[in-house]
């Protein structure tokens, strides 16, 4: 059974003429699961091609989750769903509300010409480096949330460049990656400049800053802001049955510490949005609605996911900031 023909008078380059063979085959069923293709060697001496031609043909085929290899044995028919243009490997820092905004946004404006496969780090090197590692030259996209991990850019880099994508953070080390991402000095800093008026009937600006999760840009913002306008401030990692003075505003990006502040408020019956404020960030349907509202400093999620999409289908390679805003409650 011949699945690949050559023909050196067609214009169609020979590796692309190799993977309409396999996905001819694939259609008419003359391929399935497991079936073992023929060798790169057996193909290029049977054709007078290249190896290299041969292998930029199953490459393309890997990536797109068709194929697979194994070492010493050969090539393997590893799906034969071979309508699918792409594969994209999604790999994301963490599971909550607002990335799945983002998520369903994304997946919408790619409609069917990729199939997206989700992973998740959580914020761990060694997960990080693992997903990584094994799934390099299985996709014919990634698409990486690095966060603020130590040596994540070292680990992208052994991908193939012109097939990454970085998402919601970046920094110097991945500038010469396309990304849709947010600005968190300026965000924080424009943000609380918004709201100066509402927050300055107020004593004192604390951030609730985790240093291992959020972004350094929060922390710089935050600053920036309130030395140049002269708010009394301070910066506390972390924040479980503290005491809470009125006059003070809590600018809380973990929505875990959100909850901590709002049930200590209330222990202390302390009234939010007069005797103490709160600025959350990353807005969701329940901050709308929690107490009179929660202030939130939030960027447009779906707006990321759909950017991305459009970078990826219309191969764009741009660093793009996404638009981000103050939304304005009574917890303020």
Known sequence: MKIIHINNNESLPKYKQIILGVENALREKMLSRGDKLPSINKIALEFGLSRDTVLTAYDD?????????????????????YTVEQRIFLLFDEFNSFKEELYSSFKKA???????????????????????????GAYSKYVIMPTNLKGAATIIKTLPKNDVYILDQTNDELAGYPSIHQNFVADMYNALCRGKQRLEKYNKLILIFPLFKQPQGMHDGFTRFCKEHHFKYEIIN???????????????????????????????????????????????????????????????????????????????????????????????
């Open 110 to 136: 790619m409609g069917n010409s990729a199939r997206i496969d989700i992973f998740f780090h959580y914020f761990n090197p060694e997960v990080f480096k693992k997903l990584v590692n094994e799934n390099n």
């Open 61 to 81: 085929l890997k990536k797109r989750g068709l194929i697979y290899a194994r070492p010493g044995k050969g090539y393997f028919i590893k799906s034969e769903e």
């Open 238 to 332: 972390d924040f479980e049955n503290n005491s809470i003075k009125a006059g003070e505003v809590y600018v809380i990006p973990n929505d875990r510490h959100l909850v901590n502040v709002i049930e200590q408020a209330r222990a202390q019956q302390l009234t939010i949005g007069s005797e103490i404020g709160i600025i959350s960030y990353n807005d969701i349907p329940l901050k709308k609605v929690a107490g009179n509202g929660i202030t939130t400093i939030s960027t447009d999620f779906p707006a990321m996911g759909k950017t991305l999409a459009e970078m990826i289908l219309l191969q764009r390679r741009e660093q793009i900031q996404n638009p981000s805003s103050l939304i304005e409650r009574g917890s303020l």
